[in-house]
C-alpha cells in the first residue's frame, strides 16, 4: 500500500532502463527497497504466523479458552489489524516529522515490544495486548514502507521497487507458514509438544524486526523529505541523490531531477493554497482535506470507488484463508501427519509465485476466484459429514483453495491500491489513500472476526458467503468500473467529474517553467502523453 511522491513534469531525464533489466542496472537502489521491504515481510509473516500456531496442541493446552471458542479466538486474530488501522491512519504526521527512515524504526520498536510479548505470553490478554501492539506497527509500516520507496526510486522504476512491499508480504506468510510446519514437531505433534512449538515462531519475528530496525541507522533519508524540511537541507537532499543513482553530484541529470522534486515541494504548497484557501494551520488543512472527500461531489465518488475496491478484495475471503487455512484443511479430512500444515504451507509458495507477474486482470481474477470458491462451497457441502471416507474430494478441495490464492494473488491483490492512488487529485491523494488503508484493515478486521464463528455455524455457507463477493467484483469491474492505466488526471475529471486535474496540470507547467524544469512546449507535449505523472503502488 502506498502514497507516492508528488508528480512532477518529465524533462527527458533518464538513469538507465526500465523493468527488470532496470532493477538489475541499479543494485543499490535495489537492495535499499529491498531492505525496507522487510516491513512487509513482518506483516506477512505476523499474518502466517497466526494460523498454525492456532492448531497446535500445545497452545491449545496454554489457552484452552482461544483454541476451543470460536468468538474469541475471532478476536485474537482480528485485534492486530485492529492496531493495525489506527497504526496506519496516524502514521502520515509522523512520518512527516520525524522523516520516513524514522518512522520505520519506531514501527520496528513497536513491533518488537508486541512480538516479545505475544512470544512470551502467559496469559490470554498478553496475547491481545501484543498483537495489538504488533498491529499498530503493521499499520505504520503498510503506510510508510511504499511511500519511502517511491520517493528513493526514478519514475522508470517506482511501480516495480514499490510492489517489492506486496511481494515482502507473500515471502512473510511463506515463511510463517512452513516454519510453522518444521517447528510442530518439536517434542512431538500430540499431547507431549513443547512450547516451543508455538513461542518459537512467534519469537522468530523478533529477527526480522531487529534485522530492519538495525538498518534503519544505514538508511538514506529521501531527497524529498530533505527537500520538504527547507532550504538548509538542499545540498544534502542533492548528495543523498546523487548517492542513489550512482552518479556524480555534478551530473546534469541529478541537478534537473533536484529541480524536479523542487517543483513537486513547491506544486503541494500552491495546490494548497488554492484548495484550502486562508487555512495555515497544520491540524486544520489536515481536517479541511479528510472533509472535501466526503462534501466535494466528484471527490466522494472517488473515495466510493476507493473504498469499495478495499472492501471488495478483503471480503473475497482471502484473509479468512490466511488466518484459518490449517483449521479449513482439518475440516475437510486433510489430517494426520501434519498433512494440514502441509497444505497450508502450498497457499504460501502459490500466493509468492503468483504475486511475482505484474498483470492486473481484476476480472479473470474474479472469475477464478469466484468459481474456485463455488466449487470448495459445493464439495464441502456434498463430503460436509463423509470427509474420511472421500479423502479425494478432501484433496479436491485444496487443490481449488489453492487456486483460489493463485487468481486472487495475481489480479485484486496486485491493483488494490494503484486505482486509489490514480483517481484522486494530487491535493488530497495522501489522505485519500490513508482512509482505503483505513477501510481495508477494518474489512480484514471484519473477516478476521466472524471466520470462525462462520465456519462452526454455517460451515460450507461461508464459501458462498465469500463467492458472492467474488460474483459481486467481476460485476462492478465490468459495468462499473473505469480503466485507469494510463489515464492522464484530465480524464480522470472527465470520468469522476471536477476540474482539479486540468488546474492542477497548469500549476505544474508554471512552476516548471518558473524553476527552468520544461518549457511551454515541453508541457504542451507532455500533456498530451499524460505529463502528471501518476502514483505506482501496490
Known amino acids: 500500500m502506498a502514497v507516492g511522491a508528488t508528480p512532477v513534469m518529465q524533462t527527458g531525464i533518464s538513469h538507465g532502463d526500465a523493468g527488470y533489466k532496470g532493477l538489475v542496472q541499479n543494485p543499490f537502489l535495489l537492495f535499499l527497497s529491498c531492505f525496507a521491504s522487510i516491513g512487509g515481510v513482518l506483516y506477512g509473516y505476523d499474518q502466517g504466523v497466526i494460523s498454525g500456531v492456532l492448531v497446535m496442541n500445545n497452545f491449545a493446552k496454554q489457552f484452552p479458552t482461544l483454541a476451543h471458542d470460536a468468538t474469541l479466538q475471532g478476536w485474537m486474530v482480528s485485534v492486530l489489524t485492529l492496531g493495525a488501522m489506527f497504526g496506519a491512519l496516524a502514521n502520515g504526521p509522523i512520518a512527516d516529522r520525524l522523516s520516513r527512515r524514522w518512522s520505520i524504526l519506531l514501527a520496528n520498536v513497536l513491533f518488537l515490544i508486541g512480538s516479545i510479548i505475544q512470544a512470551a505470553s502467559v496469559n490470554v490478554p498478553m496475547v491481545f495486548i501484543g498483537r495489538f501492539v504488533a498491529g499498530l506497527a503493521v499499520g505504520q509500516l503498510s503506510m510508510v514502507v511504499p511511500l519511502y520507496i517511491s520517493e528513493l526510486a526514478p519514475p522508470h522504476l517506482r511501480g516495480g521497487l514499490v510492489a517489492l512491499q506486496q511481494l515482502g508480504i507473500t515471502v512473510g506468510i511463506m515463511v510463517a ?24 515462531p512467534l519469537a522468530l519475528q523478533c529477527l526480522f524486526s531487529l534485522i530492519l530496525a538495525g538498518g534503519t541507522f544505514f538508511l538514506p533519508y529521501t531527497p524529498r523529505w530533505l527537500m520538504m524540511q527547507g532550504l538548509d537541507r ?55 482535506r479528510y472533509k472535501s472527500l466526503f462534501t466535494v461531489r466528484h ?33 475437510i479430512g486433510l489430517t494426520g501427519s501434519s498433512v494440514d500444515l502441509l497444505a497450508t504451507g502450498v497457499i504460501g509458495i502459490i500466493n509468492f509465485l503468483c504475486t511475482i507477474p505484474p498483470p492486473s486482470l481484476l476480472i479473470v481474477g474474479g472469475v477464478g476466484m469466484g468459481i474456485s470458491q463455488l466449487i470448495v462451497a459445493t464439495l464441502y457441502a456434498v463430503y460436509n459429514s463423509s470427509w474420511a471416507s472421500h479423502s479425494a ?31 484522486f487529485p494530487l491535493g488530497v491523494r495522501s489522505q485519500a489513500v490513508g482512509v482505503a488503508i483505513g477501510v481495508n484493515w477494518l474489512s480484514n478486521f471484519c473477516v478476521a472476526l466472524i471466520t470462525p464463528r462462520m465456519l462452526d455455524s454455517i460451515e460450507f455457507g461461508t464459501f458462498y458467503f465469500y463467492l458472492a463477493f467474488c460474483v459481486f467484483l ?15 488526471i484530465e480524464e480522470m475529471d472527465r470520468v469522476f467529474g471536477g476540474h482539479q486535474g486540468e488546474q492542477d496540470r497548469v500549476r505544474m507547467e508554471n512552476i516548471a517553467i518558473q524553476l527552468g524544469v520544461g518549457s511551454k512546449s515541453g508541457g504542451a507535449e507532455s500533456k498530451k502523453d499524460g505529463q502528471v505523472e501518476q502514483v505506482e503502488s501496490v
Request: net charge neutral; charged share 15%; hydrophobic share 50%.
Open 299 to 331: 471527490l466522494n465518488r472517488r473515495l466510493l470507488t476507493a473504498c469499495l475496491l478495499q472492501l471488495i478484495q478483503q471480503f473475497t475471503g482471502i484473509n479468512a484463508i490466511i488466518y484459518y487455512a490449517p483449521q479449513i484443511f482439518r475440516k
Open 177 to 200: 507458514f512452513w516454519f510453522n510446519f518444521g517447528t510442530q514437531h518439536i517434542g512431538g505433534t500430540g499431547d507431549g509438544q513443547s512450547p516451543v512449538a508455538w513461542r518459537l
Open 393 to 423: 474430494a478432501g484433496w479436491a478441495t485444496a487443490v481449488f483453495v489453492w487456486m483460489y490464492i493463485c487468481n486472487f494473488a495475481f489480479s485484486i491483490g496486485c491493483v488494490n491500491w494503484v486505482i486509489p492512488a490514480e483517481i
Open 234 to 288: 538542499e545540498d544534502e537532499a542533492l548528495a543523498t541523490l546523487a548517492r542513489l543513482r550512482r552518479v556524480a553530484p555534478s551530473d546534469p541529470r541529478v541537478a534537473d531531477e533536484i529541480l524536479q522534486i523542487k517543483a513537486s515541494a513547491l506544486f503541494d504548497n500552491e495546490t494548497t493554497a488554492a484548495m484550502f484557501p486562508g487555512v495555515t494551520s497544520s491540524s486544520r488543512l489536515s481536517l479541511e
Open 474 to 488: 467481476v460485476v462492478w469491474v465490468y459495468f462499473f468500473l473505469p480503466e485507469t492505466k494510463g489515464v492522464p
